[in-house]
Every structure is written in structure tokens, then in C-alpha cells.
């Protein structure tokens, strides 16, 4: 089985979507290119959603049921950490804002004590837990005002 995103990706595509319908119905979507179809397909394939046993499609049962087995225990009730690998550092920074904010912020919080005057080099040293690219981390941590920063950049603080 594949990664969940991939499946949900497979899902959110309204066209491969309505082949992994047809699939699971053993209807055919007249109105969908043979090429597309045979994209369509690979894409379910690659993500687990069908199995391609001989020249039949059909539901992946099994491998669905296994992975949802799977992330049974992943389950976290801090939505935070699905953009952290499981060390604790960034994978991904999330695309929504709201949720890149939160995120900033948990890591602001938890670098940088209020009312502490860092130096460029002591701030570095305590991102690098979180990223092996410390100066978009900084820099993001300012853009977002969570730090603070002297013009020259010589002192780092939380406002």
C-alpha cells in the first residue's frame, strides 16, 4: 500500500475518482479518454486503491484495510505533527497560513524564551533541532513576527 496521500490525492481528482468508481461498479465511463483512463489507472495502482491482478481491476480490500490498521496507533491529538518527521523536525511547512502560523509559533515558543536577546549564531544553534535550513526557519519566524530582530540582524528577541 501507498502513501495516504496518495490515495486522497487519487480521490480528490474527480476524473480518477470516477475511474476508481467505475472500477469498483464493473461500469465503464463512456465519456472519459482511453488515455486518461490508463493515467487514471496507474495512479490508482501506484497508491493501493486497486491491484491489477492479471487483466482484472479490482478494489485493493485488503491493502485498504491493512492501512488503516496501520494508522490506527499514528494518531496524534496535535494536529502540528503531521508537518514534523518524527524526530521533531520540519518535513513541510504547511501551505495555509493559519496553520504555518501555529506552527511558527509552537517552534518560536519552545526556541526562544520571552524576553531573551539572542545573537544571530545562539538563535541558529537552537533552530537547528527543527531544520537543516535554519536561515528560511529564522527568517520565516521574523516575516511572521513571531522573533524579532535588530536591523543589522546582530540580536534576535521574542516581541
Known amino acids: 500500500m501507498s502513501d495516504v496521500r496518495a490515495i486522497l490525492a487519487c480521490l480528490a481528482n474527480e476524473e480518477v475518482a470516477r475511474v476508481f468508481a467505475s472500477i469498483v461498479l464493473h461500469v465503464d465511463p463512456d465519456d472519459i479518454p482511453q488515455a486518461r483512463k490508463e493515467k487514471a ?34 494518531v496524534t491529538s496535535d494536529p502540528l505533527q503531521r508537518w514534523l518527521d518524527e524526530s521533531g523536525r520540519i518535513r513541510q511547512y504547511p501551505r ?34 527543527y531544520t537543516s535550513d535554519v536561515p528560511t526557519l529564522r527568517r520565516y519566524l521574523v516575516v511572521h513576527r513571531i522573533l524579532a530582530r535588530e536591523n543589522d540582524g546582530s540580536r534576535y528577541w521574542r516581541p
Open 41 to 74: 489507472v496507474e495512479a490508482l495502482s501506484r497508491s493501493g486503491l486497486i491491484t491489477a491482478e492479471t487483466e482484472t481491476l479490482a478494489l485493493n480490500s485488503a491493502g485498504i484495510r491493512a492501512e488503516l490498521a496501520g494508522i490506527g496507533g499514528k
Open 96 to 129: 495555509r497560513a493559519n496553520e504555518r502560523e501555529k506552527l511558527l509559533t509552537t517552534i518560536g515558543d519552545q526556541a526562544i524564551n520571552a524576553g531573551e536577546r539572542l545573537t544571530e549564531a545562539e538563535v541558529n544553534s537552537r533552530l537547528e533541532r
